[in-house]
């Protein structure tokens, strides 16, 4: 199949669009991480029975941004000392049973696995509001203004996910990783760009980046709510106001405040996080170890090769001790 719409892979390696922060973008950062220190987190864990030996399983919550009640599942491996930390975010509207089995697998590979399930889209609470009103789903809700736009919760959730997980006692601080696939590859790197706590981020074809080209090149999926918005309110005023608020939220614009070691994978035939997208956000990564894997045939899905480049990755970075 070949590639229908984006760059050639070649223009793509080079491709790296001027980032679109506006001057106070690092102070919102900050206020928001002071407004959520303000909240305590009040971590609570309940035992679930799963069918399988060696691992422990809870659901595990914690108050998130805004006071919003936060929910995942988190699995341990069944045996003393402390195990490196590994935090799963799932892609948009898409976590099936909570990612309770995957959570699951990467406890049996040694890690202490917590899977959080973002606010409104699985089991955790959204309380934020849309003052202004939005289109189907999640990515117009609040967008005229950077304070109440949707996704501010979510990523200050997904470094509290990572507070709470290092607060643990069978976790080793200093051996935390992030990863996921979409919108969960977007939160994995913001993770790490709004957190010191991972320590390495693998990120699969990620979401939320470069959103002026996304909503000019994707040909299916979420990113399409936002034309979606525009085509309901016409008036050029609201679209750049829209797109001031988003420019916040560009894993873009955040990407040079990643520090810790990134693998990322793309498909060159991806409707959904067009190539371009991804390579805008890796190509202003400023880390010093970073690769990017390029699958030609694939699109928006699970790879089989990347993931044994996961598995070694992490491997590498975390260090799982698999004996008893």
């Not at 928001?32 to 399983?57: E, F, M």
């Not at 601080?173 to 693998?202: D, K, W």
């Not at 045939?297 to 001790?321: D, I, Q, T, V, W």
Request: net charge negative; with cysteine.
């Amino acid at each position: 199949m070949g590639q229908p719409y984006d760059l050639p892979l070649e223009q793509l390696r080079e491709y790296k669009p001027a980032l679109t922060r506006r001057a106070d973008f690092s102070g919102f950062w900050e206020e928001s991480k002071r407004l959520l220190a303000q909240v305590p987190s009040d971590p609570q864990l309940t035992a679930i029975t799963y069918p399988v030996d060696g691992v422990r399983l809870y659901e595990l919550s914690f108050t998130g941004y805004g006071h919003a009640r936060i929910r995942g599942y988190y699995a341990v491996p069944d045996r003393a000392g402390q195990h490196p930390g590994l935090v799963l975010y799932h892609g948009y509207n898409w976590s099936h049973d909570g990612q309770i089995h995957d959570v699951v697998n990467w406890a049996l590979h040694g890690y202490a696995a917590f899977g959080m399930l973002v606010r409104g889209q699985q089991l955790s609470e959204d309380n934020s509001v849309a003052p202004h009103g939005n289109a189907a789903g999640w990515m117009t809700k609040g967008i005229l203004s950077k304070e109440t736009y949707y996704y501010r919760g979510v990523y200050m959730d997904a470094v509290r996910a990572l507070e709470v997980l290092a607060e643990r006692e069978e976790v080793d601080a200093s051996r935390i990783g992030v990863t996921g696939g979409s919108q969960g590859g977007a939160l994995s790197l913001v993770a790490a760009a709004l957190s010191s706590i991972p320590r390495v981020v693998v990120a699969e074809y990620p979401y939320l980046s470069h959103f002026r080209r996304a909503i000019d090149t994707a040909l299916a999926g979420p990113y399409l709510e936002i034309n979606e918005y525009f085509r309901r309110n016409s008036a050029p005023e609201i679209e750049e106001k829209a797109m001031e608020t988003l420019s916040y939220y560009d894993v873009m614009n955040l990407a040079p405040l990643v520090t810790c070691p990134v693998l990322v994978s793309i498909g060159l035939i991806d409707e959904i996080t067009p190539p371009s997208t991804v390579f805008a956000a890796y190509n202003h990564l400023q880390t010093r170890e970073k690769q990017i894997c390029v699958y030609r045939y694939f699109g928006h899905e699970p790879m089989s090769a990347f993931h044994m480049e996961k598995l070694k990755c992490l491997r590498e970075h975390l260090a799982p001790n698999t004996t008893n």
